[in-house]
Every structure is written in structure tokens, then in C-alpha cells.
């Protein structure tokens, strides 16, 4: 679990109540309450008592709030310090795939900016075989992206991960928006496709591998934001997060399909070598982590979760 975390559960037992806790966090008491079930599955432990009118500690929940309470200050001592001048500096490159870049990277960047302007960032935003190439290539210090191939010489952590669904614009396509539909109705459709190589693109190929879809119309883009115009243009269907697509989904211009089958979702990963940047990279990847956990609390888990068993 991670500082979030702690923080959550010292503020419910302050405030005795998820909705001030929500208010105080800005965050939904939902979001609050998840994260509360979050730690007390991992810890095999219940930390509060729950009714209709007050929220109280357990006895293993007030040790827990106790020692979280040093484990926070430890924290936010440690933070001070890296913020004083010259403690943490330098120039880090960054690899992003467009998922992280749409979502999670612009809470890591507001962060670097307002509390931690010694350090220069320089971004390239590519495919995830290219920015891992680069990485191995020390051309970037560290990577944010879909899969972390077994590499001893690499750092990986987890982030996050975000459900895939199958999209299309009813407006555009004829398409059945009320009944699931089965692999083979979908094949039935033009499908744009992740570009080849890609994880992504290995999965759709798995996902349709039993209907017999040779004759399947496939198209094929290397930017998600061409795909999800493609989509809305009525060019195919296509599979994508859902929380990168939250306008055109309440404009209507594009509608999450029901399905018998679900694709599988994207896990995200910070990724970083030993170079001379690895305090560097580290200091980024543990800010993605705080992002992440901070960006997913926004939606329901089953279109971003983040990794609660990080530190």
C-alpha cells in the first residue's frame, strides 16, 4: 500500500466519517471506502466498525493509525528534504506511451513543476517498443508503458491498470448498442487495430483467434488519437480505455459496446535502467505512483485501478 493510503485512513479516524474524508481528500466517498477495504484485505485485519451513524477504530486499526502517523511524518520529512536546493536535480528523459501521456503523466508533471523545479524534464512519446528500444539504448533514462519485457538490467513497478472495451459511433455504423455481442458478430466489423507488434495488437488477434475472421476488415494505427477519430468518423470499431475517451462519450459521438466477452485489460509500468539518472528515475517512478493511485480513485475499478501493494 501506499502514502495515500496511510494518509486515508488517518483522516477517516479523525473525521469519523467518508463523506468529510472525501471532502477533505477531494476525492468520492466511494474512492475512500475502497481504498479503507483496500488495506484491510491486504492486511487480513478490520480497522473500523461500521453502522448507520459513526465509524469507529477497531484495536488493530488505532495501532495501525498510530504507526501510520510516523510513517507519514517520515515521509513528508523526506520530501522536504529532497525539496530543498540542490538535493534532487538534474535533467531526466522521459518515454511515454499515449495512454500514460493522456492521463497519468500530466499529475507527475504538475508535481515536478510546483514542488520540484530543479529538475528539467525532456518527454518523447512514441510506441512502447520504441521507447523500451530507446531505454535499453540509454537514449531515455525511464519509461512509462503497456509491458515490461524480463530484463535484469531494468527497474520495473507497477502503476496502474486500465479496462479495454470495445467502442463504436451508432450514429456512423450500424451496430447493436442494447445486446452483447459476441466475437464473431464483432468480427462482422471493420476493427482498427493497434499497429503491429504492439501488445495490444497481439491481443486482438488472441481476442478474434477462434471466430475464423480472415475475412475481417483490419485497419491499422500507430496513434490512439487517430484510432478514436477513425472510431468516431464511423471508419471501424475499436478497443480502448474508456477513461481516455470521457468527452466523446458524453457527447455521444462514440459508445462503450456491450460484450459477451471482455478484453483483457492494459497494465501500465514505470520502467528504468542503471544509468547515471537512476536516482533520478526512481524519484519519478515513486511520483507515478502517488499519480496513478490519485488518478484511478477517480473512476470505477474497472476502468482504472491502481497497484495498492505499492510503497
Known sequence: MNIRFLETAIWLAELRSFRATADKLNMSPAAISNRITAIEHELAVRLFERDTRDIKLTAEGALFVERSKKIVDDYSSLIGALKRPGSIAGVVRIGLVPGVAMTIFPLVFKTLRESFPQITVSLTTDSNSTILTKLDEKKLDIVFGTETPSNRSRTSVSLCKFGMFWV????????????????????????????????????????????????????????????????????????????????ELRSGSLQVLKTKTAFPAADYFAVYGDTEASRLSSFIASLACRA???????????LAASRVTQP
Open 168 to 247: 463504436a459511433n451508432p450514429a456512423k455504423i450500424e451496430i447493436d448498442t442494447t445486446e452483447p455481442l459476441g466475437k464473431r458478430e464483432l468480427s462482422e466489423y471493420p476493427i482498427i487495430s493497434y499497429e503491429f507488434g504492439t501488445i495490444n495488437h497481439r491481443r486482438t488477434v488472441e481476442y478474434f483467434a477462434d471466430t475464423n475472421s480472415g475475412e475481417t476488415l483490419m485497419h491499422y494505427s500507430n496513434s490512439l488519437a487517430t484510432t478514436i477519430s477513425m472510431v468516431v468518423a464511423g471508419i471501424g470499431i475499436a478497443v480502448v480505455p474508456p477513461i481516455l475517451i470521457q468527452n
Open 292 to 302: 496513478a493511485d490519485e488518478f484511478c480513485s477517480l473512476y470505477d475499478d474497472s
